[in-house]
């Protein structure tokens, strides 16, 4: 059993649209994540998520926005996609610790 | 801004042990050292973390220095498939709502 799924794995849409990534995790943590890697490889944190708060980079875009349907889900929303959001999203869950699982990863291609 | 400082690259050749050298000279008392390795094209996947103790499970050993401003990964007795970006990252152990802050790693290249 895969323990942090993220659907889809790859993505391909032109700008101005809006779309969605599904991340779920069966491991019962109850902290998730959303990161970005560019094309550099830089990965960095978007999101993090329980059920008491959501702490959000200040430097995401308010075009991005995580929705937790549950505890074992965080879908991540992104409204009129630009180029610049062209990445690799990954998905990840802990308990509340640094000890993180992360998903596969969506690669996210905006044309 | 990463706290940590890794070479860049480093290789090493199969069956020999992969050392992985990684400063945190500003690492405060209550923050742990953790590593991740990151395959081509797959998720950061953990490793292995400490506090001030060596720590060793069944992927690798961490040795912290007793200053704790520097730390060793080692991959005893490394395959092909071991190649992949290892980073290391200095974080509090119950602060992991703020997530991971994840530098530039250090490409290991296992050399057959």
């Known amino acids: 059993d895969t323990a942090v799924s993220q659907t889809p794995k790859y993505l391909v849409t032109q700008m101005g649209n809006d779309k969605s990534i599904k991340c779920e995790q069966n491991?019962?943590?109850?902290?998730m994540y959303w990161y970005k890697q560019d094309s550099k490889k830089f990965l960095k944190i978007m999101f993090s998520y329980n059920n008491k708060e959501l702490i959000i980079n200040e430097t995401v875009p308010n075009r991005f926005s995580p929705k937790s349907p549950d505890k074992a889900h965080l879908n991540l929303h992104i409204n009129s996609l630009e180029l610049g959001d062209s990445a690799v999203y990954f998905c990840?869950?802990?308990?509340?610790?640094?000890?993180?699982?992360f998903g596969q990863g969506t690669r996210l291609t905006v044309v | 801004d990463a706290k940590t400082t890794q070479p860049p690259s480093m290789d090493c050749a199969e069956g020999r042990a992969a050392n992985l050298p990684c400063n945190h000279s500003t690492i405060s008392g209550n923050e742990y050292v953790y590593w991740y390795r990151q395959i081509h094209s797959q998720g950061p996947q953990y490793i292995i973390h400490?506090?001030?103790n060596n720590e060793t499970n069944e992927m690798a050993s961490l040795i912290i220095t007793e200053d704790r401003k520097s730390s060793t990964l080692i991959r005893p007795h490394a395959t092909l498939r071991d190649t992949a970006v290892y980073y290391c990252i200095v974080g509090l152990s119950g602060g992991g709502a703020d997530g991971l802050t994840f530098g530039k790693g250090t490409h290991l290249i296992i050399q057959p």
């Open positions: 400490g506090l001030k």
């Open positions: 990840a869950s802990s308990q509340g610790t640094g000890k993180a699982f």
């Open positions: 491991l019962g943590h109850d902290t």
